[in-house]
């Protein structure tokens, strides 16, 4: 870093010298930081309040080393908030419940095996009460079309479909 030759008139504000000297030569230290222009210009501003605080601006021996210590401890400090501010916001992977949309491994087996069931069952009911179950609950039809397209009553369609909720009722009850 080149040093700034700066003659400050007779009388002048300690404080106003600082300012003029060190301005620009802190504002270039921030920025090899890689700090946005907000940030350099509000460490800036820190370092300029915390000399007015100690009230060292005419009474320094060295002001170069203690504006540019002043200005690191700033970046060090506010890079510790950050990491803090970040390491509390984080979340431990083991903690996260991510939803998936697709069944695990061990549920697309459960679900295949219910479905073995459910086709079992249905293989062993009479094939009426087979076709208005499948028609009423995978087709959608009503029990009036059901009992159209049968050439039944309508009673005896919800006997049918009854019979075959019945049928499956029993492979919830028993341990799959």
């Given at each position: 870093m080149s040093a700034v030759l700066y003659f400050p008139r007779p009388g002048a504000d300690p404080l106003a010298v600082l300012y003029a000297r060190f301005l620009s030569p802190?504002?270039?230290?921030?920025?090899?930081?890689?700090?946005?222009?907000?940030?350099?210009?509000?460490?800036?501003?820190?370092?300029?309040?915390?000399?007015?605080?100690?009230?060292?601006?005419?009474?320094?021996?060295?002001?170069?080393?203690?504006?540019?210590?002043?200005?690191?401890?700033?970046?060090?400090?506010?890079?510790?908030?950050l990491h803090t501010r970040a390491a509390a916001a984080t979340v431990r992977f083991e903690e996260i419940e991510l939803p998936c949309e697709s069944l695990t491994p061990e549920q697309q087996i459960v679900q295949r095996e219910r479905l073995h069931h459910v086709m079992v069952v249905l293989a062993g009911l009479k094939p009426a009460t087979c076709q208005a179950f499948v028609l009423h609950r995978v087709h959608g039809d009503n029990y009036a079309q059901i009992a159209h397209d049968m050439g039944i009553s309508v009673s005896m369609v919800e006997k049918h479909i009854m019979a075959a909720g019945a049928a499956l009722r029993q492979i919830d009850s028993q341990d799959i």
């Open positions: 802190l504002q270039r230290f921030f920025a090899g930081y890689r700090l946005s222009a907000a940030d350099i210009d509000d460490l800036t501003q820190d370092v300029f309040v915390r000399l007015i605080g100690c009230g060292a601006s005419g009474s320094l021996r060295k002001p170069d080393a203690f504006v540019f210590t002043l200005a690191r401890n700033l970046v060090r400090d506010r890079a510790r908030r």
